[in-house]
């Protein structure tokens, strides 16, 4: 842009009017910016069952639906074969051996490392839970 204006420059004027211009349009966005992020602060439910509620049944399915394909075989179908169902036996057993609270065979899969991603779906599953509970709130009002 200043490129095409300073093909068409008398002197200083035009790069003067231009950064005035600039300055003028840099404020107004710190404002517009200032003012969307104190309108997203003030969001807020008064229904908090209904939010975690919500959150939790979207975190689950956002993490499943990341993890599909990616546990170990042995996690993902424990009923596949009878070799895999006795490690997965056997290492709950030891786990009881050790004094942990009883596990599952679904719950092994906690004990792989975390989602490098988790932060993000947590975002994500509050954002849909948020408006999820919302909508609901919206649509049962009209009954």
Do not use: C
């Not at 002197?11 to 997203?40: C, D, F, I, M």
Request: hydrophobic letters at 40%.
């Amino acid at each position: 842009m200043i490129q095409y204006i300073s093909i068409y420059s008398y002197g200083n004027l035009n790069s003067v009017l231009v950064q005035e211009r600039l300055k003028g349009l840099l404020s107004r966005t710190r404002e517009r910016v200032q003012w969307v992020h104190a309108l997203e602060k003030r969001a807020f439910t008064l229904n908090h069952h209904y939010l975690s509620d919500y959150l939790s049944k979207f975190m689950s399915f956002f993490k499943d639906a990341r993890r599909k394909g990616t546990l170990p075989d042995g996690l993902e179908n424990p009923e596949k074969d009878q070799e895999q169902q006795d490690l997965n036996r056997d290492v709950l057993s030891l786990l009881a051996r050790l004094g942990l609270p009883p596990v599952n065979t679904l719950d092994l899969a906690k004990l792989l490392p975390a989602d490098e991603m988790e932060p993000y779906i947590k975002i994500q599953a509050e954002v849909r839970a948020y408006f999820q509970g919302s909508s609901f709130l919206l649509y049962s009002g009209f009954r």
